[in-house]
């Protein structure tokens, strides 16, 4: 079946720091989400990818879509301690209903 | 409008007993799931529904039976608890199927222990 992969599975940078996080599908995907959990919480919807090399951008976050629709990227810019928590990727193929997710990235950060 | 809500908060069973999660949403949205959460596993999806009357299997749908009555509820019910099922259960809808919908809303979860 479909699986999502993230890498790396734990992330910890220091405050002002820049890193990205990758997502890796097995399958062709029709589009793909991200969500973000603070510890405790519950996932959040950040954003959704759906064309081919699509790059969108919420403030200091960079998502990207590949081009072959099979992997997407997530690059922070500017670490800050408010981006602490966990980040999963979920992609939908086609005609499955289902969403499928990674088993997400968490983040910490040395303020 | 409330959103998800998820009834109750916490829960403690002892192995056998049953038990329904609650999951109501007030956005008349057609497409809702239930998902558990273990520690390094992500989410995996149980059982969803895309509308009322509808419901189908996820990736991990053993021990668990739901139904779809109504738009607004979708209830996840344990048949008989084992200890493998402690987790953390979220409920979560969105407008249409995620192929068409942009957003899944999550609600606060039920965090469930069996002892």
């Known amino acids: 079946g479909q699986q999502v992969m993230q890498i790396p599975q734990y992330q910890h940078v220091q405050e002002g720091e820049d890193f990205t996080t990758y997502c890796n599908s097995s399958t062709t995907l029709s589009n793909i989400q991200w969500y973000k959990q603070r510890p405790g919480g519950h996932p959040v919807f950040l954003i959704q990818?759906?064309?081919?090399?699509e790059v969108k951008k919420q403030k200091r976050l960079t998502f990207q879509f590949g081009e072959a629709k099979k992997n997407s990227s997530l690059h922070i810019t500017a670490t800050q301690t408010t981006d602490v928590g966990t980040y999963f990727c979920a992609g939908y193929q086609g005609g499955s209903e289902k969403l499928v997710f990674g088993k997400g990235m968490k983040l910490t950060v040395n303020p | 409008n409330a959103g998800v809500t998820q009834t109750p908060k916490f829960q403690v069973l002892k192995t056998g007993q049953s038990m329904t999660l609650q999951c109501a949403q007030d956005m008349n949205h057609e497409y809702m799931s239930w998902y558990r959460q273990d520690p390094g596993m992500g989410l995996r999806l149980i059982h969803y529904?895309?509308?009322?009357?509808?419901?189908d299997q996820g990736e991990v749908p053993n021990g668990y039976n739901v139904s779809r009555s109504t738009t607004e509820d979708f209830p996840l019910r344990l048949l008989s608890a084992a200890p493998s099922q402690t987790s953390v259960y979220f409920c979560a809808s969105s407008q249409k199927t995620p192929g068409v919908a942009d957003t899944q809303y999550f609600g606060p979860g039920t965090r469930l222990t069996v002892l």
């Open positions: 529904s895309v509308g009322a009357g509808i419901t």
């Open positions: 990818l759906v064309k081919s090399g």
